[in-house]
Structure formats: structure tokens, C-alpha cells
């Protein structure tokens, strides 16, 4: 779809696909499901029960077009609590931060902040490049092979004992973590 092109290199579908496939399987059965940055997904016509967020209105324009019985909100997660309408549609069993904490200047802020949408027992599943695949992330952006935004937007690429400390801080236990993509993504679930 050209509407998308602004958003997507020639593998941006291909790292997205291997990001759902190590994060899907890690929530509950039948969760009600958050995915904070959603970005251009076709999770909504995959997950019974789903809320998109992101912070950019075109992406939202976006998926509201493509999914208009979806429920998608406009929220600055790296600057502000949740809003109104996200926290009245939770509490959530799964909050999603896929390709997303690589993105703010505080992860545990946001993790935090995803962590009070939980519901008992629910989890909070992350995704985020490895810092060993930077260069890769970097060329591959330039060259047109991943999003564009990627070598501009990143703040850090995170360790994983950055992100069990930002867990940590969030009040969160690492419960699975694992590389995929030849070690350069990692997918890191928190429990409470």
C-alpha cells in the first residue's frame, strides 16, 4: 500500500512478523491486549479484544481507515500518563511495547507506566532491537531496507540488564527473555 511506504522499508514487514511471532505467543489466552505504539499493525483483525496507541494521528488515521471498528487513541506514552479512554478500557492482560521503548528517553517511565494498565496477573511484552544489531539497524535504514525513521528515532538500544533494571524500576519481574532475528532483536516479558 503506498499510504504505508512513508513508514516501511523493503524488510519492514519481515522484522515485524518475526517481533509477533516471539511476542504473540507469550499472552494469555483471550486478554484483552494494549499495544502501546502500535503503528501500522493488522493486529485489530487478529486479537478478539485490542487497543491501539500511538503517538503519531497519521498512523491512527491509518488504521482507523483500516480497521474502523477498532479502538486506537492518541497517546504521548513517553510524556504522559494514560488517557482517560485508554484506562477505562482496560485493565488489560497484555500491554505490547513492541519496537518501542528504542524510541524514549526514559524505557522505565513508560514501562511504569504500561504496568498500571495491568490486570492481576497480566504482562507487559517487549520487543526492542539488541544493541549488537545497531550497525546493521543503521545501514539497513539507510539503504532503504528498514523503516527510515529507524536510524533517526532511536534514543538507546537497550541492554538486557537495561531492561530488567527499567522492569525493575517499574515494579516488574522479568519472567522470559530471549534474542530472535540472529540475536539482533530481543523480546523481554514482565510480570508483576
Not at 18 to 39: F, K, N, W
Request: glycine share 10%.
Amino acid at each position: 500500500m503506498s499510504s504505508r511506504s512513508p513508514f516501511y522499508g523493503r524488510f519492514t514487514r519481515r522484522v515485524g512478523a518475526a517481533r509477533l511471532a516471539a511476542a504473540l505467543p507469550h499472552v494469555p489466552a483471550g486478554a484483552r491486549v494494549l499495544d502501546v505504539g502500535c503503528g501500522l499493525t493488522d493486529l485489530p483483525g487478529r486479537l478478539l479484544s485490542y487497543v491501539g496507541c500511538d503517538r503519531d494521528p497519521d498512523v491512527l488515521r491509518l488504521q482507523r481507515s483500516r480497521f474502523p471498528s477498532g479502538d486506537f487513541f492518541e497517546w504521548d506514552f513517553a510524556r504522559t500518563s494514560a488517557p482517560a479512554p485508554v484506562t477505562s478500557a482496560g485493565p488489560f492482560g497484555a500491554v505490547l511495547l513492541l519496537a518501542v521503548l528504542e524510541h524514549v528517553a526514559e524505557p522505565a517511565a513508560v514501562l511504569s507506566r504500561a504496568a498500571t494498565l495491568l490486570a492481576p496477573g497480566g504482562r507487559v511484552i517487549v520487543t526492542t532491537p539488541h544493541p549488537l544489531g545497531r550497525l546493521p539497524l543503521e545501514a539497513g535504514a539507510a539503504l532503504g531496507l528498514l523503516s527510515p525513521h529507524a536510524r533517526d528515532e532511536h534514543e538507546d538500544l537497550l541492554s538486557r540488564k537495561d531492561l530488567e533494571s527499567a522492569g525493575r524500576f517499574a515494579g516488574l519481574c522479568l519472567i522470559s527473555y530471549r534474542r530472535f532475528l540472529l540475536g539482533m532483536n530481543q523480546l523481554a516479558v514482565f510480570s508483576r
